[in-house]
């Protein structure tokens, strides 16, 4: 069987492969603490739970609305308005199985042969490899650490060319944590005045995981406002990452063109999903907020005790539920024969040496950090970061 040229331009996950070796791992009998993949360890909450099962009870098992139900479209805009002062109508929402797939739907809905797209990195893995997949050109800004991995206006004007299309980024960042402030969005807002042929893809997903207060939408300046695409689901302010729920919120020629395509592709998103979607929209937000004050127990613990291994260079994330440490300064150290090359030699001796899985910061565009998620419980992170520093000491 011959297979399409297309996957050459993609490659699974390097998130995903780590979760695979961790399960391979712990079904050899290992003791493996996972720390690769990004997905909360709590349970959705009670309240939107019930509103599922009573979708069920009350028949709610048909097809949907391609774009979503009504009262769903309607909740995401009471949630746009109530938690970031914008205006939008349902037509401007589209709702899809899982923010990826509205990520997907955007991009391969704007891009042509040929079309650049500026990635400032680190960047998530999904965003170059569907940029390729629409046969589009992926135009990676490196943003180090020194910045707090975050693009300025200076570099991202310096990288626009007469071919560019497409601007996509995260806030909170996967896999950096780093959240734009408003002063920040509103220089790259500046920038994107100058250039109206460039739409900005705003990926919001871990809007709620914020450790540094209100959340700040670059889709909050009105000039160039009717050109985001702002992206956002339930997969991590609800620990809903199974029900595979997101949407989007643009302009109406967009969306009805991503109804378009998504009409030939999944077609509308799972009826009672989306019944409990409302539930966590208009709902109790409580279980929300006492999740994210776990998590930043939690980042407070690992980045302290990160920063305490010698060798190790990390940021203070605001967002998320990831570290993302600078792991160069162990390169050409070895231990025994075994020589630290790159950052996806030491996630593969944490693996085997630490029992602990990392994800190689290369996937996401930084191949000299490691991305390590804390969304776990404190005992594991505990026992993780000791395993961490036992086999980074041993590193000469």
């Not at 769903?72 to 009471?78: D, P, S, V, Y």
Request: one cysteine or more; hydrophobic letters at 40%.
């Amino acid at each position: 069987m011959q297979l399409a040229d297309r996957l050459d331009r993609i490659s699974e996950p390097q998130t995903i492969r780590m979760a695979k070796l961790s399960r391979e791992l712990k079904a050899q009998g290992k003791d493996i603490i996972d720390l690769s993949l990004g997905e909360p360890d709590f349970r959705t909450p009670q309240h939107i739970c019930d509103a599922a099962v009573q979708a069920m009870v009350d028949g709610y098992t048909k097809y949907t609305p391609v774009a979503g139900i009504p009262e769903l479209r309607q909740a995401i805009c009471t949630k746009l308005k109530r938690d970031n002062n914008l205006d939008y109508l349902p037509e401007n929402i589209i709702v899809s199985t899982g923010a990826k797939q509205s990520l997907a739907n955007a991009i391969l809905c704007l891009v042509n042969p040929g079309d650049e797209a500026i990635i400032p990195t680190p960047f998530w893995v999904t965003y170059g490899g569907l940029v390729s997949l629409s046969e589009g050109v992926p135009v990676y800004v490196n943003c180090g650490i020194d910045s707090d991995f975050k693009i300025s206006a200076e570099k991202l004007e310096a990288a626009i060319t007469p071919k560019t299309r497409l601007f996509i980024f995260s806030s909170p960042c996967n896999p950096t944590g780093s959240v734009y402030s408003r002063e920040e969005l509103a220089a790259l807002a500046s920038v994107f005045e100058r250039y109206p042929n460039i739409t900005i893809v705003s990926d919001e997903i871990y809007e709620y995981i914020n450790y540094k207060g209100k959340h700040e939408s670059i889709a909050q300046f009105e000039s160039i406002k009717d050109r985001v695409v702002l992206v956002n689901g339930f997969s991590k302010g609800f620990a809903m990452t199974g029900w595979r729920l997101g949407y989007m919120a643009a302009n109406k020629d967009l969306v009805q063109a991503c109804d378009k395509f998504q009409s030939q592709f999944t077609s509308g998103t799972n009826s009672i999903a989306q019944r409990a979607a409302v539930a966590a929209l208009l709902g109790d937000l409580a279980p929300s907020m006492e999740m994210v004050e776990s998590f930043k127990e939690r980042k407070e613990y690992v980045i302290k005790n990160l920063a305490r291994i010698n060798g190790i260079k990390i940021n203070n994330p605001d967002g998320a539920f990831y570290a993302f440490p600078d792991v160069s300064s162990f390169f050409g150290k070895k231990d025994g024969d075994q020589e630290m090359k790159t950052a996806e030699d030491i996630a593969m001796y944490l693996l085997h040496k630490g029992l602990v899985t990392v994800v190689d910061g290369s996937a996401f565009g930084s191949p000299h950090n490691i991305r390590i998620s804390f969304a776990t419980s404190m005992d594991n992170l505990i026992e993780a970061i000791k395993r961490i520093k036992f086999a980074l000491d041993l590193l000469q």
